[in-house]
């Protein structure tokens, strides 16, 4: 069925470079992991330049224990460094029976190096 689709849509080369830019994402040489656990309702900080995600700060539960607010962080070119690529694996609002969770990993795309 889907192999029926893919020749009908002509969608062979399409699926192919999705494919070949995640595995370049995924072995990027300054791949960091991020896992995050507690709540944060926009996800976002006050900060408008690109920057990686990161902890704002923690609060104490008595089901859960310490858990964070965090800021996904945001994408786009850093001077110098290349373009800020953030990809988000794993991410669900949290509720009073459970902590939000986000996880995923960040890299620099180009740099000097690459120019």
Known sequence: MWQELMETFQLEGE?????????????AEERHDFAFSGGNRT????LKTPH???????????????????????????PGQGR??????????????????????WFMKGGPEAA
């Open 15 to 27: 699926v192919a470079d999705f494919v070949k830019a995640r595995v370049r994402e995924m072995v």
């Open 84 to 105: 800020l690529r953030i990809v988000v694996t794993e991410r669900a609002s949290g509720a009073p029976e459970y902590p939000g969770i986000a996880r995923g990993y």
């Open 52 to 78: 990686p995600p990161h902890v704002l700060g923690t609060y104490d539960t008595v089901r859960h224990g310490v858990l964070a607010r965090f800021c996904l962080g945001r994408e786009g070119e850093v």
């Open 43 to 46: 996800y976002f900080c006050d």
